[in-house]
């Protein structure tokens, strides 16, 4: 009878502490505000950034060819093929004078360009959480695109399209379920293509251009 009463006695113990533990987990979950969501298979950025090229062109004396900082727009598509792993599509566009730097006189326009910049890059996360819960999850992008320039000086255009490599690297922080800010820093890394802007065949420098922005990130 007395062992009867010790079981008894254990099975209503431990009953109640899972009870209570089950209670305060719930109830720690529900006061947790929601991490970055890592269910969802899609995202869309849209983003606007300052950019700043590389000189095309190093002559004598210091002088170059580049075209002027400008500001970017754009939008990133991406989508989940692993947990911290996406693809990511990447669609942007600028306009600039393109400039011939003299020194100790500064630059000079020579034409103007519109470009359009498309790329294709793996996204790699890196998660993080703190201690209130907050979701914030650096990451580094990596691909190959193009820029594709149409340059006009007065009555004459012509187009160019140059390889560009990137690196990018960056961060979102969660605003909300399925809502974020995204900061990116991302460089263009490619050769501009003088034959087709300009006919004259000979070959320009490689180039870094530095695109600076943030965003809205959106994910479903």
């Known amino acids: 009878m007395r062992i009867a009463s010790f079981s008894l006695a254990g099975l209503i113990a431990g009953t109640t502490l899972i009870l209570v533990s089950s209670s305060t987990q719930a109830q720690s979950g529900r006061r947790a505000p929601a991490p970055i969501a890592t269910g969802d298979l899609f995202d869309v950025t849209p983003y606007a950034g300052y950019m700043v090229f590389g000189d095309f062109l190093s002559g004598p004396m210091g002088t170059s060819i580049s075209n002027k900082p400008a500001p970017v727009y754009g939008a990133q598509l991406g989508m989940k093929i692993a947990p911290n792993v ?20 500064g630059g000079m326009s020579i034409a103007h ?53 990137n690196v ?35 070959s320009g420098e490689t180039t870094h251009n530095l695109a600076l922005s943030a965003g809205m990130r959106f994910s479903f």
């Open 86 to 105: 996406s693809i990511v599509g990447n669609l942007a566009a600028t306009s600039s004078d393109i400039q011939v730097g003299v020194p100790f006189l």
């Open 113 to 165: 360009s519109s470009l359009v910049l498309y790329d294709a890059d793996l996204q790699l996360d890196m998660p993080m959480t703190n201690a209130y819960g907050a979701g914030f999850s650096p990451f580094l992008q990596a691909g190959v695109g193009a820029f594709h320039y149409s340059i006009s000086e007065s009555v004459v255009s012509r187009t160019a399209d140059n390889l560009a490599g």
């Open 168 to 202: 990018g690297i960056g961060a979102d922080i969660a605003m909300g379920r399925g809502m974020g800010l995204r900061l990116m820093a991302k460089d263009y890394i490619g050769k501009f293509d003088f034959q087709d802007a300009t006919t004259f065949n000979f």
